[in-house]
Nanobody
Framework: VQLQASGGGLVQAGGSLRLSCAAS????????MGWYRQAPGKEREFVAR???????SYADSVKGRSTISRDIRNKMLYLQVSDLKPEDTAVYYC?????????WGQGTLVTVSS
């Protein structure tokens, strides 16, 4: 199982990004997959999740300006975030749940400048 996040970078406030997570050997059997983020000096927090049935859920902080999606055939998980704010600055991690286990990818840094 490997989760590899990418797509982070430096973006101006109001801009958008699409984060990607390559989920080899995993996505088709996952109970759910999601995105979390950790800002400097803060704890890691939930951002978005998609269940095996395709039902999404979002944190209030990104609801309405984020879309989580997946491409099962290509084993990819995505997070599209628009109207980025400086408070969205964080390292973003993808996570997969399978059975009683959780798997984390390495993070990708998103920096939003004001």
């Amino acid at each position: 199982v490997q989760l590899q996040a990418s797509g982070g970078g430096l973006v101006q406030a109001g801009g958008s990004l699409r984060l990607s997570c390559a989920a080899s050997g995993f996505i088709s059997s996952a109970k759910s997959m999601g995105w979390y983020r950790q800002a400097p000096g803060k704890e890691r927090e939930f951002v978005a999740r998609i269940t095996a049935g395709g039902e999404p859920s979002y944190a209030d902080s990104v609801k309405g300006r984020s879309t989580i999606s997946r491409d099962i055939r290509n084993k990819m998980l995505y997070l599209q975030v628009s109207d980025l704010k400086p408070e969205d600055t964080a390292v973003y991690y993808c996570k997969g749940d399978r059975g009683v286990y959780s798997y984390w990818g390495q993070g990708t840094l998103v920096t939003v400048s004001s």
